[in-house]
């Protein structure tokens, strides 16, 4: 008891030291006579003892973060020695609602006042391009521009050249979609395969030829059909610079939708295979085709240590007028960036598409005579009605003539006098007749071209870094630095437009159910990675790898790959045909259940009491995996836990990196059920009924539901037997409202069931922890309200698809056939209530928990609309938040781009991409929408959000694809929804180019895309082994860092590890401005600094490196100090050794 009440008085202790500490420090500046001065004349003098003041301030502030760090470690040293509190016992109280008594342990929330700067911005110069700026500024008017449709006529003199010449280099490509109209498999049998074998064999026949490629994925399966004399001949080729990869991702991925864990996966995948079985490190990206761009793939490419990149698909208006003044090439550096360290130099293509009519110059008529596939004779021909002709000694001059007149007009948009032109389009290059054609023509045309001095032009093939090494060596650059006289660009290029007001912004909501599939793998891949990472060492270090399935790392590798290739902008994207969704999701199910085998056989060992014990069997699985999807378009059922009379355990997995409390629920056969912790203390329970429909309870299942704390990255374990515990198994209460419907209910003798046949529905949920969100009749007692809404398509002939949203005006207000089913369930730890409408079940689930899981509102809607032609389901969140027309959307769960309303645009020009949340704030208030699956989202009045949950069209939207969208699924989407209040004096300080959540929302979001795994233990003859807690981590990491990934690396062997992992650590940027009461979460921030050498329990880290993004390039030698520092916003990457 003594020590109990030792923990009491710290926890007042620290309290009061710190705000005793803020108290002197208010004090001192009261007493400050430069506060008395009159507003703008101070004297100098004055000036610096008010800086001097502020030092001071701030160091007093440092040092009383210190004194609360070293007050918070002993307290922690002495509540962890407490034997486990007695489980509290939830009670009701008068006003009908349930307490939670708090946990007698205190909980911290010390942050470093040096932490809060950075969010505060206002470092470094501005760019002169912001993309905001920019898009406010634009007028966006679609004038014919004459030949260039979308730009204007281009003049030049021929002497402009006289001085420097021009230098041409035509960069021979094929786009090859992993995945699109065909599948994978279909399109590498049929056409990829081929193109890469004459590749081969062309390149080889003339040492001037030049060929780049981008996707890994199809290259490295080509690589494992081809002989050894084959392979040779590749890595000749590409260490000669006639064949060069660029970027070198597995895929070239959708930029809008794809989570940055993804993204960065797959960019490791791909450069690893790279130098492994190339030895080639790339040097420039190429993404000609996402349909819009986001600052995160520069920030990744740069840390990647890629010095240059290209994109294509930006609204026309943008490139236009980047065309115009000379800006379509720009260093573009990050928001945050006050040193210029993010700077990438980028290429933005000027013209309409990436093919060859739209690529040697602004007359697609002529450049087309220039595409020698077109030929007469061959399969394709011109639109434009004047095919190319052969090249040959009589024509020469003429043709060469009207081609070099069109790279001139090219080159008049650029700075330097290097001109870039690619050449080629999706999958050419597969017959060795398109080779030849090209090859030879384009020969002849440049040994003409540069046999004619007066012409001052030098062409040649070229890859894409020869054109940019040609560059920086003509503007007396290093390779990736700022050639003189070139803009700074910050922002993104979302959302694109291609002609007229077809703004690419279906694709975000598009097939929502894989996009939300995609989410669940890549969670899983993560969790998967960290625990077998932890499995392999602990069993290294205690001489039991050999017992341990170590060939699970097949199952990780083949996961990666699939998680990869769902990233390609036709996959995630939801835009390819119906039986390509198929086959993609196919490989997603396969490899979510792989992940799941390793999860189970990792937690297996490290959740053993006794390591001598293990015993790996693979045909008798340790644990159950927590559920089940009969198929890849199926949603999941959670694995039923029958109780008998000798208990059944299950391990609980929790993959965040804090420790965390959270609500549990399970499905048990029996509403008999005691729940005991690992000591085999009783706790209380929620049992409630486990519902399949508005009204229908499932027979024989209930759900318990229970408070845990689980330790960060960590394995806790739970006993469940048949049985009553009066006092804890506490029953949920259930009212139904039917609104008149003849609707029969089912009843369970376990559950007070009340059901209302009609009459109004007022009712409030409320815990201790947040202002309760009223659903009530009354409008003015509406804090935040949800509507249903529906879009309709055009009439005209462009109709909203699969890529396009071309809605028939603003949303209509979605009426149900009957009134909807209301269930309102209330019980200790939660209390929900659930709408049911025909097209949609709405819950919105409230926890009684301290802390992340009790400070938001739990929402999720399961949409069916497969009766719906040619009509979209929208969300709309109002509020009274004076939004003045200002959002913030997410790019890829990595930053916070701000988003104007722009009125002068149409309503889809107005949707941006949501990959994990959306805000709006004021002065006192923001309000965060966050998303467990991307979604298109706008903010199209003040106060308001807008999200397409689901869209179902019956036309191809004429980008290709030939079919509309009408393989829809039952579909689940997943939000939390955070209301947070500004601190006074914490007014919002952000310039229009960078927003930050708060802490807590950063842990919302991870909490709700990263839920603890329930792996029930597989039933045994008793008594089993004992299972133990499994707490890897000896100390939290800071509370701003995220701990991305810990990737064991591959050994020489394929298909096994090495001793090798990666470890990525992310330092989060937060905005200190929003309240943090209630937190009931340890978290404090370390400035950027943690040691790893002492982070794992158990393990030392005998070898770091740091390294670039992808483990290319070492950064630094490996050292002995094992303590690292991470910029805010960084994600730093490092090889080590756990041992």
């Not at 043709?399 to 050449?423: E, H, T």
């Not at 009530?776 to 109709?799: A, H, I, P």
């Not at 909807?820 to 019980?827: C, H, I, K, S």
Request: charged fraction near 20%; charge should be neutral.
């Amino acid at each position: 008891m003594k020590l109990k009440k030792q923990v009491t008085v710290c926890g007042a202790a620290i309290f009061c030291v710190a705000v005793f500490s803020l108290y002197l420090m208010l004090d001192r500046v009261q007493h400050d006579p430069a506060r008395h001065q009159n507003g703008g004349n101070f004297p100098r003098s004055q000036i610096s003892v008010l800086q001097n003041r502020i030092e001071q301030l701030e160091q007093l502030l440092e040092e009383n973060h210190e004194i609360i760090s070293h007050i918070k470690d002993s307290v922690l040293e002495l509540t962890a020695n407490v034997e486990g509190p007695p489980a509290l016992l939830p009670y009701y109280v008068a006003n009908g609602s349930w307490v939670v008594p708090p946990e007698p342990r205190p909980s911290f929330f010390s942050i470093s006042p040096q932490d809060c700067q950075f969010a505060l911005g206002g470092r470094g110069q501005k760019p002169e391009l912001q993309m905001l700026t920019v898009s406010e500024e634009l007028p966006f008017d679609n004038v014919d521009g004459g030949v260039w449709k979308q730009g204007f006529d281009i003049s030049y003199s021929p002497r402009d050249w006289d001085t420097e010449s021009l230098q041409v280099f035509v960069v021979p490509h094929s786009h090859n979609d992993p995945g699109w109209l065909k599948t994978f498999d279909k399109y590498y049998t049929e056409q990829t395969q081929h193109i890469l074998n004459n590749m081969v064999s062309k390149l080889q026949e003339d040492p001037r030829r030049r060929f780049i490629w981008a996707e890994v994925s199809f290259f490295a399966k080509w690589w494992d059909n081809i002989s050894a004399q084959k392979r040779a001949a590749v890595r000749r080729l590409v260490g000669n610079g006639q064949l060069e990869i660029a970027t070198g991702g597995w895929v070239m991925p959708d930029e809008a939708n794809s989570h940055y864990f993804a993204l960065i996966d797959q960019l490791i995948e791909g450069h690893q295979w790279l130098e492994k079985n190339l030895g080639a490190t790339p040097r420039s990206g190429w993404a000609v085709d996402p349909f819009g761009y986001s600052p995160t793939m520069p920030y990744l490419l740069r840390r990647a240590n890629l010095t240059s990149m290209l994109i294509q698909r930006v609204h026309y208006a943008i490139k236009k007028h980047f065309a115009a003044s000379h800006s379509l090439e720009f260093m573009w550096r990050q928001t945050w960036d006050s040193d210029a360290s993010t700077d990438i130099f980028c290429h933005m293509m000027p013209f309409y598409s990436y093919d060859v009519p739209h690529t040697c110059g602004p007359d697609p008529k002529i450049c087309c005579q220039f595409d020698f596939k077109r030929l007469p004779g061959g399969r394709i021909s011109c639109p434009w009605k004047v095919p190319p002709r052969a090249i040959t000694e009589a024509n020469v001059a003429e043709r060469a003539g009207l081609l070099l007149d069109q790279y001139r007009k090219k080159s008049r948009l650029f700075r330097s006098n290097v001109l870039l032109v690619p050449l080629g389009d999706d999958f050419r290059y597969d017959k060795p007749q398109e080779w030849d054609a090209q090859f030879f023509n384009y020969q002849r045309l440049f040994d003409f071209l540069n046999s004619k001095p007066d012409l001052h032009v030098q062409a040649q093939f070229g890859t894409l870094s020869d054109y940019f090494d040609a560059l920086y060596k003509r503007t007396g650059v290093e390779p990736g630095a700022r050639p003189p006289g070139f803009p700074v660009l910050s922002g993104d290029f979302f959302s694109y437009a291609d002609r007229e007001d077809h703004y690419w912004t279906g694709y975000y909501t598009s097939r929502p159910f894989y996009k939300n599939l995609d989410r669940v793998l890549e969670a899983h891949l993560r969790g998967a990675e960290i625990l077998y990472t932890l499995a392999v060492a602990h069993a290294r270090r205690a001489g039991l790898a050999s017992q341990f399935p170590l060939s699970n790392f097949a199952l990780l590798t083949d996961a990666r790959r699939t998680l990869g290739l769902f990233q390609h902008h036709d996959a995630i994207t939801g835009t390819a045909k119906e039986a390509v969704v198929v086959d993609y999701g196919v490989r997603l199910l396969r490899s979510l259940v792989s992940l799941k085998q390793v999860i189970i056989n990792a937690a297996q060992y490290l959740v053993l009491g006794d390591k001598k014990t293990y015993h790996f069997d693979p045909e008798v699985p340790f644990l159950q995996m927590d559920d089940t999807r009969l198929n890849h378009d199926a949603l999941p059922e959670r694995t039923v836990i029958q109780l008998e009379s000798s208990p059944r355990y299950v391990v609980l997995f929790n993959p965040l990196e804090q420790e965390r409390l959270s609500v549990v629920s399970l499905l048990v056969s029996s509403p008999r059920v005691r729940v005991l912790s690992e000591e085999g203390q009783p706790l209380a329970v929620q049992v409630s009924a486990h519902w399949s429909s508005a009204t229908d309870m499932v027979p024989d299942v209930y759900q318990v539901s229970l408070p845990v704390r689980l330790p960060a990255l960590g394995l806790g374990v739970l006993q469940l037997q048949q049985g009553l515990d009066g006092p804890r198994t506490l029953p949920s209460s259930v009212r139904i409202y039917l609104h008149g419907r003849p609707l029969s209910v089912s009843r369970n003798e376990a559950f007070p069931l009340r059901v209302i046949d009609s009459g109004t529905s007022d009712f409030a949920l409320s815990n201790r922890y947040m202002q309760s969100v009223r659903r009530v009749d009354e409008e003015q007692e509406q804090r935040v309200d949800m509507e249903f809404l529906v879009y309709g398509t055009r009439s005209s002939k462009d109709k909203s698809g699969a890529y396009l949203f071309l809605p028939d005006g603003e949303a209509k207000p979605y009426v149900p056939r009957d009134p909807p089913v209301l269930r309102v369930t209330e019980g200790p730890f939660f209390s929900e209530v659930v709408a049911c409408y025909e097209h949609v079940h709405q819950v919105v689930r409230l926890y009684n928990l301290p802390g992340v899981e009790g400070l938001s509102l739990d929402v999720s809607s399961l949409v069916d609309i497969r009766d719906y032609v040619n009509k979209e389901l929208a969300l709309r969140i109002r509020t009274d938040i004076d939004s003045q027309g200002a959002f913030f959307t997410d790019l890829n769960g990595f930053q916070v781009q701000p988003r104007r309303y722009l009125k002068k645009l149409p309503l889809q020009a107005n949707f941006y991409p949501m990959p994990v949340m959306a805000y709006l704030q004021d002065a006192q208030n923001r309000l965060t929408l966050h998303t467990a699956q991307a979604l298109g989202v706008s903010s199209l009045h003040d106060g308001q959000l807008e999200v397409i949950l689901d869209r179902r069209l019956m036309q191809d939207d004429n980008r290709g694809l030939g079919q509309g969208l009408k393989d829809n699924k039952r579909t689940c989407n997943h939000f939390r929804l955070l209301l947070e209040r500004r601190t006074l004096g914490r007014e919002v300080h952000e310039g229009p180019s960078a927003s930050y959540p708060s802490l807590l929302s950063h842990l919302t979001s991870m909490y709700l895309n990263t839920p603890v795994l329930a792996l029930p233990v597989a039933r045994r003859q008793a008594p089993g082994p004992a299972l133990r807690s499994f707490h890897p981590l000896a100390s939290s990491l800071p509370c701003d860092f995220h701990l991305l990934n810990l990737r064991t690396l591959q050994a020489e062997e394929d298909g096994l590890p090495s001793a090798e992992t990666a470890l990525l650590l992310h330092r989060k940027g937060f905005d200190c401005g929003l309240e943090a009461k209630n937190l009931g979460f340890n978290c404090t921030t370390s400035q950027g600094k943690v040691a790893l050498g002492s982070l794992f329990h158990g393990l030392d880290v005998v070898f770091l490196q740091p390294t670039s993004l992808t483990l290319l390039y070492p950064l630094a030698s490996p050292s002995n100090s094992t303590d690292v520092y991470v910029e805010p916003m960084e994600i730093a990457t490092f090889r080590l050794r756990l041992g």
